[in-house]
Antibody, heavy 122, light 109 residues
Framework: EVQLVESGGGLVQPGGSLRLSCAAS????????MSWVRQAPGKGLEWVSA????????YYADSVKGRFTISRDNSKNTLYLQMNSLRAEDTAVYYC???????????????WGQGTLVTVSS | DIQMTQSPSSLSASVGDRVTITCQAS??????LNWYQQKPGKAPKLLIY???NLETGVPSRFSGSGSGTDFTFTISSLQPEDIATYYC???????????FGGGTKVEIK
């Protein structure tokens, strides 16, 4: 059974940093691209970042480019999102999501974690 | 960036009604379009991939169609458990900035 479990969310001051983790199980982690998708309170879904299965290719939304870094450790089956220079508008539930298609970069997200809440406030 | 315009933003329908949601892309995205269901407090769930393919385990009352710039998502007979917000998502470009449509909240009349 595929499972994605996020952790690392919490309350952080503007300008601060946070690292999210997503522990994956139930599939060959290194064969699939992974993404982070966020949802601000009461708002819609926003794709944030993606990384290829090997980790060699990364992609970012303009809203987070230069501040967030996506990475993965395939030996630990874990996805990360390092978030720096956080702003109030980064407040959201952050989901990790698995790509449906093996060896693709981004297609459809067939499994999602339960989400972790990041609150940026003083 | 490709813009996804989803409509309506909300709708109210009766149990058993046929419900249709549309998603329009700002440029040709072939069939690179997926549909998700999100219930309150839950993660999204993939329903339809590549415009018209039903994800495994998803009831057949859900369907999708379209290609190019215009796409349609249909619930053939609305059930109480279908109360949720539905999102379209394109993956034609990298990075897929603005990948998701704005969402359609479906309520029971």
């Amino acid at each position: 059974e595929v499972q994605l479990v996020e952790s690392g969310g919490g309350l952080v001051q503007p300008g601060g940093s946070l690292r999210l983790s997503c522990a994956a199980s139930g599939f060959t982690f290194s064969s699939y691209a992974m993404s982070w998708v966020r949802q601000a309170p009461g708002k819609g879904l926003e794709w944030v970042s993606a990384i290829s299965g090997s980790g060699g290719s990364t992609y970012y939304a303009d809203s987070v480019k230069g501040r967030f870094t996506i990475s993965r450790d395939n030996s630990k089956n874990t996805l990360y999102l390092q978030m720096n220079s956080l702003r109030a508008e980064d407040t959201a539930v952050y989901y990790c999501a698995k790509d449906r298609r093996k060896m693709a970069t981004i297609s459809a997200f067939d499994y999602w974690g339960q989400g972790t809440l990041v609150t940026v406030s003083s | 960036d490709i813009q996804m315009t989803q409509s309506p933003s909300s709708l109210s329908a009766s149990v058993g009604d046929r419900v249709t949601i549309t998603c329009q892309a700002s440029q040709d995205i072939s069939n690179y379009l997926n549909w998700y269901q999100q219930k309150p407090g839950k993660a999204p769930k993939l329903l339809i991939y590549d415009a018209s393919n039903l994800e495994t385990g998803v009831p057949s009352r859900f369907s999708g169609s379209g290609s190019g710039t215009d796409f349609t998502f249909t619930i053939s007979s609305l059930q109480p458990e279908d109360i949720a917000t539905y999102y379209c998502q394109q993956y034609d470009n990298l990075p897929p900035d603005g990948a998701f449509g704005g969402g359609t909240k479906v309520e029971i009349k």
